[in-house]
């Protein structure tokens, strides 16, 4: 699908353009949008800004070293955006390629994250007042950012209320399977965006060093390349804080199991004496002949008893109960 905004008496206006359309004779053209284009689409707007537009393939085969350059007076800018699924619970992280060429703005992408969303929510692209490409492009970086931002907060909130069902005293204890499952969650979320504030840190800092050529804002870059190292930080925190999470989980349901062993080695050394003087008992020496006695089994049974209770006793005086 391709997608033209142009900006018509001080408003902004979308429609779809057909691939065989004549993008140069479009007044007051700001932005084309590639979602998922098609071959004849591309082309379209290859001839548009004459340079290649490119493929969704080629954009994941990117090298970190190629996603930034300048050619034919075209800024080509590549970064990994993420977007939310629709279950509600996990990210999905896909490339999106800036081109800003002659102050118009080409956007080549296969996802739908909301920061691309014109005016729907504090999060959306405001590009009400852009004049030109590059102010388009410096809407977009910021919804990007925000929704980055957004969502380090998402994780961060999870976060805090697992760690009050860890650290719960009063309730059984952590349900392993389930908070193991939670923290990988939480944790695959957080390092997509992480990854996502690392490739706008570097897309930002690029467009800030070659803005002069293009027509940016540095102050706005500079703003945002701050913005994202902070979020940066935030993540790295984050990060620090699942890690110290899942060493206690695992540091609580490690003791739990070592109070379940404790356990069962005092009932098994309680059992002990009673065997041996049950052994004893149950010898069948003519020269003990007392054990033939008739209050025989009540010696037996309250020898065994009272060995029980000074096991469990002793036990409980070095509080190994």
């Not at 800036?98 to 959306?124: W, Y």
């Not at 695992?250 to 049950?278: H, R």
């Amino acid at each position: 699908m391709l997608l033209a905004y142009r900006s018509e008496n001080g408003a902004i206006s979308v429609e779809a353009i057909a691939a065989s359309a004549n993008l140069t004779r479009m007044p007051g053209l700001l932005w084309l949008d590639l979602i998922n284009p098609s071959e004849a689409e591309e082309a379209c707007v290859e001839r548009c800004i004459g340079i290649n537009a490119m493929t969704s393939s080629e954009r994941a085969a990117l090298e970190e070293s190629s996603r930034f350059y300048e050619e034919n007076d075209a800024l080509v800018l590549t970064a990994d955006v993420t977007m939310q699924l629709p279950d509600g619970d996990r990210l999905k992280s896909e490339p999106i390629t800036f081109i800003l060429s002659q102050n118009l703005l080409v956007t080549v992408r296969d996802i739908k994250p909301r920061a691309f969303e014109i005016g729907h929510g504090r999060a959306s692209a405001r590009i009400e007042k852009a004049q030109n490409g590059a102010d388009v492009f410096v809407a977009l970086i910021e919804s990007l950012i925000e929704r980055v931002a957004d969502r380090l907060s998402a994780s961060g909130h999870q976060a805090n209320a697992q760690a009050a069902r860890i650290f719960n005293v009063g309730a059984r204890g952590p349900n392993l399977k389930c908070e193991l499952q939670e923290i990988g969650q939480i944790g695959a979320n957080l390092a997509l965006s992480h990854e996502s504030a690392a490739s706008l840190q570097r897309l930002t800092g690029f467009a800030e060093h070659c803005h002069a050529r293009h027509h940016l804002a540095p102050e706005r870059l500079r703003a945002l390349r701050k913005d994202v190292e902070q979020l940066e930080r935030q993540a790295e925190a984050l990060q620090n804080t699942l890690n110290f999470q899942l060493d206690a989980m695992l540091g609580i349901t490690s003791a739990s199991q070592n109070n379940v062993l404790k356990s069962l080695s005092v009932a098994t050394m309680a059992f002990v004496p009673p065997t041996l003087v049950a052994s004893i008992f149950g010898m069948n020496f003519d020269a003990m002949h007392w054990f033939h006695a008739p209050w025989g089994p009540w010696a037996a049974s309250a020898i065994m008893i009272g060995s029980v209770l000074v096991v469990f006793s002793f036990a409980r005086w070095h509080r190994w109960l």
